[in-house]
């Protein structure tokens, strides 16, 4: 006789196998891709927050109430490791709790010991749900709309939207990048302006375009849309929304890369949706400097302790467009101290 106890035994083994395929299924899978579950859900999180803008809370406020709301500015730091660079970010703040958010995504597989120093310290940052990133994949992308999403959710007086890695420093002070990018309203006049490179001659650009296969892109994206530019960006609110509420081009950006070695979606995805969007909204440069000279395996010169000098800030703060740069990177731990040195006399004096 069968008794009931093994058909249970039976039924709870045949149950775990299962599930121990499913799961091994699931973790043998190609990490670039994207699953539908994580779509769906950036979806739901990212209607959310179009929607939350949409309610005009801010000019309802600013419409009643005097003095006005505060201009502020979101820090998107996407990391899968700790903010090196933490103390001089803390001086950076330090003195303008009204005026800035700061959001961190980190990678589900950052340790904790990472992130409590970010969220003990004074910078107040908060910790937004994350899910897996990975280089040459459009989890970054991923990451970086859920970033957005978050702060414009958070808070209806983020205006403007900085995104940094653990590499970048500060080259001017807090007050600085704030009043240039919230100019008196007698010079206002391209107020809200996003800051992210487009560019269209590059020579890599064709084979970036079809890093996906041939015909990949089309019909959403053509050759001669297809644009380039720095990762690292400063959006203006209307364009982090327009960045959130796209769906077009992204269902062709999620494609997983065939080509890893020349994919690199997130430097594609935002310059080509915005030069297709809102091209004269954008200063088509970047306001974060990288020294490519002597670059080794796609990694951008990297400063060490002994480059770090008031020259070096000074010389890094130069561009060739109508603002100095705000960020630079990459620099190595090392040279923190020498940073902290002279990041009061030098750094933060402008
Ligand atoms: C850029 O990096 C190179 C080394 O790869 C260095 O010689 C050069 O001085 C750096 N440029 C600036 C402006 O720091
Ligand atoms: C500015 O333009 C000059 C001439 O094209 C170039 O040599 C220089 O590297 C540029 N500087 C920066 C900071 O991009």
Redesign the pocket.
């Known amino acids: 006789m069968f008794s009931s106890s093994t058909l249970v035994y039976s039924l709870s083994l045949f149950l775990s196998i299962s599930l121990f395929f499913f799961i091994f299924l699931l973790s043998s899978s190609n990490h670039n891709l994207i699953s539908t579950a994580d779509d769906l859900d950036d979806l739901s999180l990212f209607h959310r927050a179009s929607v939350s803008s949409n309610n005009n809370y801010r000019r309802l406020i600013s419409l009643s109430s005097s003095p006005p709301p505060p201009s502020k500015i979101a820090f998107l730091f996407l990391t899968n490791s700790d903010l090196t660079f933490l103390p001089l970010w803390e001086s950076f703040f330090q003195g303008h709790r009204d005026l800035y958010n700061v959001y961190i995504h980190a990678d589900p597989t950052t340790s904790s010991s990472s992130i409590s120093p970010l969220l003990d310290s004074s910078i107040n940052a908060k910790l937004i749900p994350a899910k897996r990133t990975a280089r040459a994949s459009p989890t970054l992308i991923s990451a970086e709309r859920r970033l957005l999403a978050n702060a414009i959710l958070d808070d209806p007086n983020n205006l403007y939207f900085a995104l940094i890695s653990q590499h970048c420093i500060p080259l001017h002070s807090f007050s600085y990048i704030h009043n240039h990018l919230f100019p008196s309203a007698a010079a206002a006049a391209n107020s809200d302006q996003s800051f992210i490179e487009i560019l269209s001659d590059e020579p890599f650009l064709e084979k970036r375009y079809i890093a996906r296969g041939e015909d990949a892109m089309l019909p959403e994206i053509r050759y001669q849309d297809f644009r380039v530019g720095s990762q690292f960006f400063v959006l203006a609110k209307r364009h982090a929304l327009m960045v959130i509420r796209e769906r077009k081009l992204w269902r062709k950006f999620k494609l997983p890369c065939l080509d890893v070695e020349s994919c690199y979606p997130e430097e594609h995805y935002f310059p080509t949706l915005l030069s297709l969007q809102d091209p004269k909204g954008c200063s088509h440069f970047t306001l974060t400097r990288v020294?490519?000279?002597?670059?080794v395996g796609g990694h951008p010169?990297t400063?060490g302790a002994s480059?770090v000098s008031p020259q070096?800030i000074h010389?890094?703060r130069r561009s060739n467009s109508s603002l100095d740069y705000f960020f630079a990177r990459k620099f190595s731990s090392e040279s923190l101290q020498p940073l902290m040195e002279i990041a009061d006399a030098v750094i933060f004096r402008d």
């Open positions: 020294n490519w000279t002597g670059s010169h400063y480059e070096l010389s890094l």
